[in-house]
């Protein structure tokens, strides 16, 4: 492939920025001709990263009915206000017209925030976008799409040929089909890129190419294939964003995964700008792994969901970090089962190890039977080529959609669950997520977060007309990756079947260690389900204070059908806690699994929650700094021994200050194991997993890399630690902003030397300094931004055992070794290595502190 600067399809690529302009050599230029506008805007604005936008009303036509508005409710996972808060209401078509170069293709990017405005309900817009001819959105609804892919925000980006008249002209019209229909829109951008020239070999087709010159594109997918996350800030200078590929991989067919030497150094090629992709793409490769027998049975696989009946131009990125020579790694590449390259060479192609190259191809989708909005992409090796391995390897991929011949890139909204519908229904209908009690079960008013990022979006499937072969007709089928996809905050919808009972989901094992109760068992403990003993509702459903066995109270907390957690959650809780036992664990004493009914029992925890202890606005009482270093060293043990002292390393991966349980003896438990996983196994150092979590308490290293560690469970617990100590939520809007995220504003304040200013003033006086001294280092090494820095759960325990010492002894502060004879401690921590708990550690055997430090006992 030859590549020209003037003749660059690689130039698509600008259509990938993602916070800032281009800041290339081109980036100024680009920057200057740039039209951002914040619609419905008096004064526009600067967002979060510092790029001012104007008010939209001079390039809106005069004969436009339309009113500018505010919305109600700023969601927290809006990058910034500006241009989300403000939008314009369009009641009949209204066109934007712009003046552009008449030279350059152009990318518009378009933002929606579904909110209520003034007078205006987001359900009733249901509208269609064109601009110069081509539709980018028809019958477009922000509201489902942003419901159905669980996004506070949508943006959606196309790439725009050159206008020879020099204007650019972007119409919206609300449908004609939705009585009361009206289009609205938050903001545009209109951003010169150079011309897209370079053809695309069709697939099936050896002798014909697509030309992309006069075709519109949309921006699909960007992988970094055997490579971590790249965010924003580590592009090649476009501020892209490139995803982990693993979530996309198909079967058990993962490969392995290579990066180059560090000594070797990543050498472009002089024709191929550096823009094109990052090294850390190139640094980074999947391969089919050693074995070259077995390579030979199986292909290296990855799977998209698309829109049919269009076709794609997908961009294969290589560059060989191991092989020096060609014909040692020969492979053949297939999309859509036919081959797209034969005897594929990334030396031959190349010419050199660590040389980069990439490879487009157009690939035409069918509305067929079958997995017909699927775009499968494969690599094999190819024997008849008799390479030296037999193997294949790739490092990036991206997808871009192309305008059909009706000059159209409109795809249909995607189909939102009939329980999610069900379950919004019902908040709005004025059931409240956050009612909570002193006795909530597993933190159920804080729900459980997903932040659907990347690999939580591509499984959510569109609705299908033609679906064949026995497929739910309540399913979703034709999906794809927001790149700009924005919301962090909605939770995960799994979903309940009315058809089959959860128990179903259950192992025979996790059944057999956990009592089944009968339906009419929890009725009568819970006077059917008697709304006086509800005493907690979240997104599992309502949590009630019931009776068993002529007398034990216990918690029961039941499934709504309408659930946001549902039978996975379910599942995992059961498989969990019942192969657990600990006394800083909540137990879980049964399940009933009638009836559809998904309803789990505890032991009753009499005073609830840690957070409603901390800074509950009806708090009469307040825990003393001893009592809430005795919860945290509690919760810590608890932790502990997840990590280590169970049979496999289980990662809790929600703590938080509502996931801590107190019982009538004030001590802590860790509660809600929903969205626990097991840990790597001995030769893998993390657990690649789609982010879940709360906000506030979500490790940033896990969010970014969606590599899940037990050093994330340690992040959100030095959120807890803070907690404790300012008696002030993880994360408060009404605060300045600097001031919001209690993780962020704690280390400013560790660093300016300023924390004791935000002590909670109850229990300031009462802390003895070395003991806060070594309490606020504990859990600023918690919230180190790399998990490589922070301690280990045994660390923090050890630590926050020591400061207890510090409090009640301060200048005799000793270690109790395994013989019982009290040892110095030295100022500095100590790291905790090989100890764990015992499994069947039902209650402590000792009072000494240090106790589960000593004597270690586990795998």
Known sequence: MIFKPQNLFSSILLLLITNAINVSSDGSKANSDSILLSCGSNAGGSDSDGRKWEPDSKYLSKSSNSESTSAQFQDPSLPSSVPYMSARILTSESTYSFSVSSKSRHWIRLHFYPSPYSGFNPDDAFFSVVANGFTLLNNFSASITAQALTQAYIVREFSLPSTPNGVLTLSFTP????????????????????????????????????????????????????????????????????????????GAALGVTSEANKSGEILYPRDMPKYVAPIEVYSTARSMGPDSKLNQNFNLTWVFQVDVNFTYVV?????????????????????????????????????????????????????????????????????????????????????????????????????????????????????????????????????????????????????????????????????????????????????????SSAGSHLS????????????????????????????????????????????????????????????????????????????????????????????????????????????????????????????????????HYLHTGAKYTIIHRDVKTTNILVDENWVAKVSDFGLSKTGPMMNQTHVSTVVKGSFGYLDPEYFRRQQLTDKSDVYSFGVVLFEVLCARPALNPSLPKEQVSLADWAQTCYRKGTLEDIIDPHIKSSINPECLKKFIETAVKCLSDSGLNRPSMGDVLWNLEFALQLQDNPGDAKLVTDKGAPKEVCEADIPLSESSLSEDSEELTTTEIFSQIVNPQGR
Request: net charge negative.
């Open 175 to 250: 449908s004609s089909d939705h009585r009361g229909s009206f289009a609205f829109i938050n903001g545009i951008e209109i951003v010169p890129m150079p011309d897209i020239v370079e053809s695309a070999p069709v697939v099936g087709f050896s002798d014909q190419s697509i030309d992309v010159e006069s075709l519109s594109l949309q921006t699909m997918y960007r992988l970094n294939v055997g490579g971590q996350y790249i965010p924003p800030t580590n592009d090649s200078g476009l501020s892209r964003t490139w995803y982990d590929d693993s979530p996309y991989l198909f």
């Open 315 to 499: 961009r294969l990125h290589f560059c060989e970090i191991q092989q020096t020579r060609a014909n040692e790694r020969v492979f053949d590449i297939f999309m859509n089962n036919q081959t797209a390259q034969a005897e594929a060479d990334v030396i031959g192609w190349a010419g050199a190890k660590n040389t980069p190259v990439f490879k487009d191809f157009a690939v035409y989708v069918h509305d067929s039977p079958g997995d017909d909005e699927l775009l499968w992409v494969a690599l094999h090796p190819s024997v008849d080529a008799k390479p030296e391995f037999y193997d294949a390897i790739l490092n990036g991929l991206e997808i871009f959609k192309l305008s059909d011949t009706n000059k159209n890139l409109a795809g249909p909204n995607p189909v939102p669950s009939p329980m999610l519908v069900e379950a919004e229904l019902v908040n709005d209908s004025g059931v409240s997520k956050s009612k909570t009690h002193a006795r909530i079960i597993g933190g159920v008013a804080g729900g459980a977060f997903a932040v659907g990022l990347v690999a939580a979006l591509c499984i959510i499937l569109y609705q299908h007309k033609k679906r064949a072969h026995g497929a739910d007709s309540s399913g979703a089928s034709s999906g794809w990756l927001p790149l700009y996809g924005g919301s962090y905050s909605s939770a995960s919808k799994s979903t309940i079947s009315g058809k």
């Open 508 to 639: 025979t094992l996790a059944a057999g260690l956990c009592r089944h109760f009968s339906l009419s068992e929890i009725k009568q403990g819970t006077k059917n389900f008697e709304e006086s003993n509800v005493i907690g509702v979240g997104g599992f459903g309502k949590v009630y204070k019931g009776v068993i066995d002529g007398g034990t109270k216990v918690a029961i907390k039941r499934a709504n059908p309408s659930s946001e957690q549902g039978v996975h959650e379910f599942q995992t809780e059961i498989e969990m806690l019942s192969k657990l036992r600990h006394r800083h664990l909540v137990s879980l004493i049964g399940y009933c699994e009638e009836d559809n009914e998904m309803i789990l029992v505890y032991d009753y925890m009499a005073h609830g929650t840690l957070r409603e202890h901390l800074y509950n606005k009806n708090l009469k009482t307040h825990l003393s700094w001893k009592q809430r270093l005795d919860i945290c060293i509690g919760a810590a043990r608890g932790l």
